[in-house]
């Protein structure tokens, strides 16, 4: 496997489903030009994913944030955490990579995390006016990300 | 003066309870109590609905073992309809029921319960918990994600999702199997099977640390019940229960679930949202008894797979007779799992789980309906009432945790009783009262769950309950 896409979150909670929706068009785009692309969507990120991320020459994490203004995109590329964590079921971008490396020796050449700074995460299904305006470029983004990886 | 020990939250167990000590003025252990501290309500909040709806309600009790819950609700639905499903069909929730063991023990051994075993009942609490474990035997951390992974891929692939699938209906399921589907299964048989057989040595190699444990964790005289086939091998799906007493005799056999609500009462204690399930005819709590992985093993002559009936020989030679001491547990979690790959291998091997035919239909035949089935901590019981239009008017779970309720305070007193002396206490005593509770795996609320290190707090207090002492970890 080229390029391993893992998506976050929950389409029940407002901006928390965008994950989601931007893994969706990795998959399009990828199917459309047979690239090698595979697309895990998962509500939380657990450790049994650690073996693919191992095997994986890069991987791209998708999810909101919290921490970045309403609609706001980051792209950022990801290191293994220092430690192995005393985690509960959910592992961020970084546990992960270090678990893939602490239990299989190895992680990806490369990782980037896409992500986009949520204004709604209550009961509901649907984006946020900022969420949804903002798709359009995390697309582009996404799509050139792939690209790199590929290409690497 | 009277103290009393508070452990809350317990931790590495599935849901939130806590464990209260209570010392005398000799500072030895006079009662001890595990509390299931949260209540949930599904039994009344299903009332109104359609029954049909019920598995998919129902499964959202658990997101460790939702499986249980659609098989046990579906079977009352099918008791409501009065249909017998398809061959196929019960093969094929067979087959998830058993994916759903696997990775549900591979939860409870490696990740939950294999830091206590292998870094030390007294390690460093900060530290104990499956990253180090994986650091420090990265094959066996392997072996637990990889076969973690392998019960949920197939209940991802059989149910389209690996968490509350909703392939399992009343009358059957909703697809057959594929043919890419079977073989994608088959290529991952060998991996996993390869996994438990390394956790087994691994753990017959550790026993030898852990006399003390042995001897007193939940280690007495006991009932046991759980599912059995009428050729007295292992059941998990389908069968129906046997109830054995301490020395291995047979106090009921063929109890199904219809006679299961006839039999078994509930009662309550006021130290715990949850209920105490027995045995009517004993009454309580003498007739509290054990399920579970443990129970499973003892009431079986064979687990019916090669693999794993030379490894139920090696357990039945721990003890003569019933296996007591729940530490062994684990042991029994582990055997289940080599059989639970096994069977899999010999249900997908028979070409009858192509076939297309996977669902009876039917409406309301009955106003009353109940399914049981064998849950990965034990034997679960769903009982509906509905009305002419098919509305359900009442519902009652008998699910493991209670089935286990009164032998888990029974053996949370007993190590309690040999550990704590003269009211003395040490972290990794702490962590051996909570120990003895991850031996039942017992599944609390199903919802929330905890590992590694959270915050420990021990209050001590005197008889009129006014706190005298305070320790944190």
Redesign the interface.
């Known amino acids: 496997m080229k390029v391993l896409v893992l998506a976050c979150g929950n389409p029940l909670r407002g901006d928390d489903g965008v994950g989601l929706v931007l893994a969706r068009h990795a998959e399009e785009w990828a199917a459309e030009r047979g690239r090698a692309v595979k697309v895990q969507t ?2 939380q990120w657990t ?2 994913l ?2 693919e991320i191992a095997a994986a020459h890069a991987v791209v994490f998708l999810d909101c944030a919290v921490d970045l203004a309403p609609g706001e995109i980051c792209a950022r590329e990801v290191g293994a955490a220092g430690d ?6 959910h592992l961020d971008a970084a546990e992960l990579l270090a ?1 893939a490396r ?4 190895r992680e990806p050449r490369r990782a980037v995390a896409l992500t986009i700074g949520a204004a709604h995460l209550g009961m509901g299904e649907g984006l946020s006016v900022e969420v949804e305006a903002a798709l359009p470029e995390a697309r582009a983004l996404l799509e050139q990300t792939l690209k790199d990886c590929l290409k690497d | 003066m009277t103290k009393t020990i508070t452990i809350d939250p317990v931790t590495r167990l599935e849901g939130h309870g806590k464990i209260t000590i209570e010392l005398d003025a000799r500072g030895e252990v006079k009662t001890a109590h595990f509390h299931v501290t949260q209540v949930r309500g599904f039994e009344k909040f299903s009332e109104g609905r359609p029954f049909y709806e019920m598995p998919a309600l129902m499964a959202r009790i658990c997101g460790i073992c939702p499986v249980s819950h659609l098989l046990a609700s579906a079977k009352a639905c099918e008791a409501i309809m009065a249909v017998e499903i398809p061959e196929t069909a019960a093969q094929l929730r067979r087959m998830l029921n058993l994916a759903q063991m696997v990775q549900s023990h591979a939860l409870s051994f490696f ?1 939950l319960s294999s830091p206590d075993l292998l870094l030390g009942m007294d390690s460093d609490p ?2 104990r ?4 474990v ?2 420090s035997y ?1 094959e066996l ?2 072996a637990g ?2 076969l ?2 392998f019960g ?1 891929h197939i209940i991802e692939l059989l149910g389209d999702k ?2 509350h699938p909703g392939w399992v209906v009343p009358g059957g399921v909703t697809e057959p199997l594929t043919v890419a589907k079977r073989d994608e299964i088959l290529g991952m048989l060998l991996d996993a099977r390869v996994a438990v057989q390394l956790a087994l040595r691994s753990y017959k190699e550790i026993t030898y640390r852990f006399e003390d444990e042995i001897a007193h964790f939940a280690n007495f005289p006991s009932m046991f019940l759980g599912l059995v086939n009428g050729d007295e091998s292992a059941e998990f799906t389908d069968g129906a229960l046997r109830l054995i007493d301490a020395n291995g005799k047979i106090i009921e056999d063929g109890i199904r679930a219809k006679r299961f609500t006839e039999v078994m009462g509930e009662a309550v204690e006021p130290y715990s949202y949850t209920k105490f399930v027995y045995y009517k005819p004993f009454g309580y709590p003498e007739g509290c008894f054990r399920v579970g992985p443990l129970a499973r093993l003892n009431i079986v002559k064979t687990m019916g797979t090669h693999l794993a009936d030379a490894e139920l020989r090696q357990f039945k030679q721990l003890e003569n007779g019933p296996v007591r001491s729940s530490f062994h547990y684990h042991y029994a979690r582990l055997i289940e799992m080599l059989h639970g790959i096994e069977k899999i291998e010999e249900i997908l091997n028979d070409p009858l789980i192509l076939d297309k035919h996977v669902r009876a239909t039917a409406g309301v035949n009955r106003l009353e309906g109940a399914g049981q089935a064998e849950a990965p901590r034990g034997t679960l019981m769903h009982h509906y009432k509905v009305d002419e239009d098919g509305k359900m008017t009442w519902a009652n779970l008998m699910v493991a945790t209670g089935l286990n309720n009164n032998a888990m305070n029974q053996g949370v007193l007993q190590a309690a009783r040999f550990f704590v002396k003269e009211g003395r206490l040490s972290e990794g005593i702490l962590n051996r009262m909570e120990a003895v509770v991850r031996t039942f795996d017992p599944c609390l609320s199903c919802s929330t ?5 959270m915050p420990l707090l021990i209050e001590l207090k005197d008889a009129e309950g006014k706190q005298i002492g305070e320790a944190r970890r």
């Open positions: 998962q509500m450790p049994e650690a073996e192995l964590p005393p985690a509960s079921h678990l602490g239990l299989y020796g | 990740y900060a530290a918990h499956i990253f180090t994986a650091a990265p951390g392997r994600v990889g973690r992974r949920q690996r968490i769950h905890a590992w590694g290190k």
